[in-house]
């Protein structure tokens, strides 16, 4: 039996065991550099999956990483120094924007075709910001297409050359991805239309509403996290609607 880790930056570690190559090829293909092979014992301060009896008797690459999906969002903390949000983000002349949005929101093929035009990846799931200077930390884990993603991107001419699918899904992982923290350019609550492309500037209360929808995991509501959320909302933060993804890469470039 073979044991793996994931170490993802600014989060807890899992530990995962498994001898079937199907499995050992799903957990490289979905967190490529943050897994590695370790040896039998496990290393102190890891979170064992190794005994979860769903991820045990899972019979497909599919089932076990949909397992181990659960269990990492169930039991996963984030570093005390970090708010971590449910997002993506790429980067534009060394600055990270961010794209707070709800699952099928659409903002993985939005970081895909951003990253096909010039602009670093960042991550397309899980933002990682400094609580005290609001720096960004990439997690460049594999962008996950799905169908319609994939679509979508070809009619732009963005579709990536190099992919592997697994089941519905395309996994690829961008040339230009950034790899230092980054200073906030601005942070984008972002709804996709059928025709409009718009940037609404939001009143402070509104964008409140907004940050305490947006985080990955759920935070206590304490004064100290209700006066961090106020100082994020003094920064860049709008409400982008759009229909076409060329609006939102000139939205960023001219600011």
């Known amino acids: 039996m073979r044991y793996f880790q994931i170490c993802a930056p600014l989060q807890k570690t899992f530990l995962v065991r498994t001898d079937c190559p199907a499995m050992i090829d799903a957990l490289t293909l979905k967190f490529q550099r943050y897994v590695s092979e370790v040896n039998e014992r496990p290393p102190k301060n890891c979170e064992d999956c190794t005994e979860d009896p769903l991820l045990a008797a899972a019979e497909s690459a599919d089932e076990f990483l949909a397992r181990l999906d659960q269990l990492i969002f169930e039991r ?14 790429v ?10 949005a709800s699952t099928t929101s659409g903002k993985t093929t939005l970081a895909a075709y951003l990253a096909a035009n010039g602009f670093d990846y960042i991550t397309d799931d899980c933002i990682l910001l400094n609580r005290t200077d609001f720096s960004v930390t990439p997690f460049p884990t594999p962008i996950h297409l799905r169908h319609g993603g994939m679509d979508v991107l070809t009619r732009y001419g963005a579709q990536p050359k190099h992919y592997t699918q697994v089941a519905d899904r395309y996994l690829y992982t961008p040339q230009n991805c950034a790899t ?3 200073p906030l350019g601005a942070i984008f609550f ?10 609404v500037e939001l009143p402070a209360n509104a964008q409140m509403i907004e940050l305490m929808k947006s985080p990955i995991t759920t935070y206590p509501v ?5 006066q961090l959320l106020s100082r994020l909302t003094k920064t860049n933060c709008r409400q982008l609607v759009y229909s076409d993804m060329a609006f939102v890469a000139e939205v960023i470039r001219h600011g």
């Open 76 to 89: 996963n903390s984030y570093d005390d120094t970090v708010l971590a949000f449910h997002g993506a983000a």
């Open 91 to 100: 980067a534009w002349q060394k600055k990270a924007y961010l794209f707070l």
């Open 180 to 182: 230092e923290p980054l």
């Open 190 to 199: 972002i709804r996709r239309t059928e025709s409009e492309n718009k940037v």
């Open 222 to 226: 304490t004064a100290e996290y209700l």
